[in-house]
Each structure stands twice: as structure tokens, then as C-alpha cells.
């Protein structure tokens, strides 16, 4: 109950990885949580079950490294008791310095820890109109329906934004060759976790040539925005004949006796426990299916490959953080609705559940009618509240966790900024938990 003797209730709408995050930190809590998902109800076109927490595009949680920012980030949600980290570490597969996870696995973890909370109410339903009242934690991610999103432009006073994203496509392992691909991975890191395919500088030129010329899936001349940390691949080649080779195709340390000199090599990435499926590194796209079976099969080794998916581009939506959000993320025109995950303007699967744990804390505090806490400007997910809070609103672009949100942390001595991090969240989930 709360002071008033009311029963505690919390909405959560959308059950990806924010609202799994909120969700699970609220019901340890014993608050009674109402989630609302509109899968398998509704297709989306990009989600493929009605898992929590599943994972759309790439099954890479990036870098687990401190050194990285997303490293630390990760590190900060382990101290905060994220399911997502939790998960990540059951359905972990090989993938170098990267956490990589069986995306199946990953999602059925976190679907059957939150079904062990009796205090969890599922609504299998589309919403498509904000709360009227009531605690509500608004996680419906990129996807978020369109009259939702209709009618969050009105509360806000400014129409919501959008670029395009897109995932990468699924192949058997078993229909590679391996009479010209290998297992070695990036900058020498000696686990040997990536299949590569070496290309030499005329089936890179063919390649590039073909993938330039290829023809493309429908997107209309207005929904042409990209975020930069995630451009489809024929998007970069249309660059330059070279870019390629100095991205997702860059050769460096991936040289074998047979292969001493790779003029490029494309990687892919275990996406299965089972290690029978793997995933086109940094190959999203927007390319027809036809085309991406004809263009991709270019690549040495994968003469005859079979996709078990292909890429898929979707539009990926959030809202004017800077001038929606108050600095506890619930909205100015209606308070009592908070704002987690990409929806907020971060960006990354990382970056999302961060802010769906913090969402979290502060509906749970406004619920108790305790004081708002902020999180701590030196910690990363601090500094990315920041940044979606203070932004240039008028221009405002979504952001991963980067060390751009330190300006004054040199690469050279990173660890005073990790450690300070650290200290921080730490103070901060010790107040939280008050």
C-alpha cells in the first residue's frame, strides 16, 4: 500500500527490454505491475514471438570491456540487478571482447523470471491512447504504434522523430565454405569466434559494384533518415569504392598463412547456443530479399549459403526528449507517465534497458511519494539522462553510450572516469533502495 493506503499499482506498456527492466525492478519491489504488450496480437513486422526482452537486430551487446563505454555502462546496470545482464550471462555464446547471446535463450530467460512474480498482471492488448491516470512507465521502444505515437505529438506540442534502422541477415553455418572461410577474430584476440571470408581486391570491387547497383525494399523519399552508428550496408558502400574496407569489411589483423594479406573480410558472429546459425556482422539492410540472396552470396564462402532471415529495415521512433522530459523522465504535460528506453532518444539495446531500470526507480519513488533521486552526472547512465534531458531541442539525435558524454576523460587514463562511474552508481542504488 501506499502512505495513503492506496494499492500499489504500476503500468508498464511494452514488454522489450525497458519494460522488462522496469517491470522486474518493480516487482521485487512487491508493486503490483499491469504489463501491456501488443505481441503476438499485433505484428510488427520486425519481432518474430511473443518473448519479453526479444532481441530484433543484431544479438551483439557489444563490448564487455570497461575500457568501453558500453562496458561500463553494462557494469553499472550489473550493479543495479538488471535482468538483461542477467540473461546475457545464461544465453552468452562466443563473440571475442563482445557480449554476444543466443537471442531465444536471452529472451526466454526473461520472460520466465518475470512470470515467476504472482504480483504481474499480462494484458495482451494494443494500446493505443496514453493513461488518463495512474503510474505508467511508457517502454513501446522504436515500434511504438502510430496512433500511440500520434498521441504523444499532441501532449508534447511537437511531432515525434524517427530515423531508420535495420538488422542484418541469419545464415547456416552448415552451408558455408570452409575451403575459403576461417575462424579467426578482430585485432588478435585469440578465441577464434568469427567465421571470416576473405576477399581479394576483385571480388571486393565485383562486390561493392553489385551491392551499389542492388535493388532496394520501398522506403518512401520523407523516411530516408539514418542514425549514423547503424547505416544500412549499401548505404556506406555508396560512399566510396573503399569505405567498406575501412568498416564493416576492414581487414586488419584477420591475415592467415593461406590468407596473409586480405584486401576485405566480412565477418559473422555465432547467434546460436548451438552455434548452427551466425549473423552477417554490420550487414543490415535494406536490400530486397532476392537481392540480398543474389548480392551476399558474392561474398567467398558463402557461394551457396541459406538464410534462415533475412535483413529487415524498420523505423525506429522517439520523442523530443529535451523538451517532453522532466528530469525524473516522466512527461511535463502529464506527469504521472514516464519515458524508458530508445522511446527517450537513447540508442542501443544496452542504452534502453538502462533507462527502463531507471524509469523503474523513479515511478516506484513517485508511487512511495518519496523524494526524486537524480543519477549521478559521472556515471554513464547518468551522463546519457544527461544528455536526453539537455540536448539541443531542436535538433535533437539519438545517443549510445559513448565517451563523447566525457568531454574531459582523455583515452590515454580512462580509469579515473570508470572508477568514479562505479562509486557512483553504487551511491546512487544504495539511495535508491532507501
Avoid at 13 to 39: C, D, N, P, T
Avoid at 78 to 92: F, K, P, T
Avoid at 114 to 121: E, S, V
Amino acid at each position: 500500500m501506499t502512505k495513503n493506503g492506496e494499492k500499489r499499482i504500476i503500468n508498464v506498456i511494452g514488454g522489450g527490454l525497458a519494460g522488462s527492466e522496469a517491470a522486474y525492478f518493480l516487482l521485487k519491489q512487491g508493486v503490483e505491475v499491469h504489463l501491456y504488450e501488443r505481441r503476438p496480437l499485433v505484428e510488427d513486422g520486425a519481432h518474430v514471438s511473443d518473448l519479453f526482452g526479444e532481441l530484433v537486430c543484431s544479438n551483439s551487446l557489444k563490448s564487455k570491456q570497461l575500457s568501453n563505454c558500453c562496458g561500463l555502462l553494462k557494469e553499472e546496470m550489473r550493479q543495479m540487478g538488471s535482468l538483461m545482464m542477467e540473461a546475457a550471462d545464461v544465453s552468452s555464446v562466443p563473440g571475442g571482447n563482445a557480449l554476444s547471446v543466443d537471442r531465444d535463450v536471452f529472451a526466454q530467460h526473461i520472460t520466465k523470471k518475470l512470470l515467476q512474480f504472482p504480483n504481474l498482471k499480462i494484458y495482451r492488448q494494443d494500446v493505443e491512447d496514453l493513461p488518463k491516470e495512474g503510474i505508467t512507465i511508457l517502454a513501446t521502444g522504436p515500434l511504438t504504434s502510430g496512433p500511440l505515437l500520434e498521441r504523444l505529438g499532441e501532449v508534447i506540442g511537437q511531432k515525434n522523430l524517427s530515423f531508420f534502422d535495420a538488422s542484418a541477415p541469419i545464415i547456416e553455418k552448415s552451408s558455408i565454405d570452409f575451403s575459403k572461410a576461417y575462424f579467426k577474430s578482430r585485432f588478435e584476440q585469440d578465441d577464434a569466434s568469427y567465421i571470416n571470408c576473405p576477399f581479394n581486391k576483385d571480388e571486393y570491387n565485383r562486390f561493392v559494384t553489385a551491392l551499389i547497383s542492388a535493388e532496394k525494399a520501398l522506403v518512401h523519399a520523407f523516411d530516408t533518415h539514418y542514425f549514423e552508428g547503424c547505416l544500412p550496408i549499401e548505404v556506406m558502400a555508396s560512399r566510396g569504392l573503399e569505405t567498406l574496407r575501412h568498416g564493416p569489411l576492414k581487414p586488419f589483423g584477420l591475415g592467415t598463412e593461406e590468407h596473409p594479406h586480405p584486401y576485405a573480410v566480412a565477418q559473422l558472429r555465432q547467434d546460436t547456443k548451438l552455434g548452427d546459425y551466425y549473423n552477417l556482422v554490420g550487414f543490415q539492410t535494406n536490400l530486397t530479399y532476392p537481392e540480398q540472396k543474389r548480392v551476399f552470396s558474392m561474398i567467398p564462402g558463402l557461394e551457396n549459403a541459406k538464410f534462415v532471415r533475412y535483413g529487415l529495415m524498420h523505423r525506429n521512433s522517439y520523442i523530443a526528449s529535451p523538451i517532453a522530459l522532466n528530469d525524473d523522465l516522466s512527461l511535463k504535460n502529464r506527469d504521472h507517465i514516464f519515458i524508458a528506453g530508445q522511446l527517450s532518444g537513447v540508442e542501443g539495446y544496452v542504452e534502453s534497458a538502462a533507462m527502463g531500470i531507471i524509469a523503474g526507480i523513479h515511478a516506484y519513488r513517485r508511487l512511495l511519494e518519496k523524494n526524486f533521486i537524480p543519477v549521478p552526472r559521472e556515471t554513464v547512465t547518468g551522463a546519457l539522462i544527461d544528455y536526453i534531458l539537455h540536448a539541443n531541442g531542436s535538433y535533437f539525435e539519438p545517443m549510445n553510450a559513448s565517451w563523447v558524454l566525457f568531454p574531459t576523460s582523455k583515452k590515454e587514463n580512462r580509469q579515473p572516469t570508470i572508477d568514479s562511474a562505479l562509486l557512483g552508481i553504487k551511491s546512487y542504488w544504495k539511495q535508491a533502495n532507501e
